[in-house]
């Protein structure tokens, strides 16, 4: 194969790559070459382990911001709801015909009180910084500088 393009020999890309050429599938549009067009698809490889890498970084980040929200929130949520006993005398007293859509709509009001948008507000501050975390990280692994 010519063209210019240096190939390390044996590689699966360098195989792969000429098995392409052999069958006649290289039609490239406008001024694109073969090689150009190979070069890249070289280098989209290459860059696979660096994607794969980020890919990690993000999902490990967001699997770790998940346990932290879950767990803030309930440690947060549990205290305040054990300590609300006319929340709790109030859902126990419901009974009756459609008794589940009124818990619903109870549990709803507990929620939407001051207390829990507070608690709310603590949670989505944790998660813009967590967030912004993971974001340099990635960053970081790609030398992304801030413009």
């Known amino acids: 194969m010519g063209g210019g393009i240096e190939w390390e020999s044996g590689t699966g890309v360098e195989c792969a790559l000429e098995r392409f050429w052999e069958r006649g599938n ?6 694109a070459t073969p090689e150009s067009k190979i070069q890249d698809l070289k280098n989209f490889l290459e860059a696979q382990d660096l994607i ?3 890919e990690r970084v993000l999902t490990s980040s967001y699997d770790e911001l998940l346990r932290k929200v879950q767990l803030m929130g309930q440690t947060s949520y549990r205290n305040e709801l ?5 929340f709790w005398a109030g859902m126990g007293a ?4 459609s008794y589940k859509g009124r818990i619903v709509r109870r549990n709803s009001d507990w929620f939407d009180r001051e207390s829990p948008k507070a608690l709310e507000a603590e949670l989505w501050s944790l998660i813009a910084r967590e967030w912004q975390i993971a974001l340099d990280s990635v960053n970081a692994l790609l030398d992304i ?3």
């Open 82 to 86: 054990k300590i609300d006993s006319a």
């Open 94 to 97: 419901e009974s009756g015909r």
């Open 145 to 147: 500088e801030d413009r």
């Open 52 to 54: 794969s890498q980020a």
């Open 26 to 31: 290289a039609r490239f549009p406008g001024d």
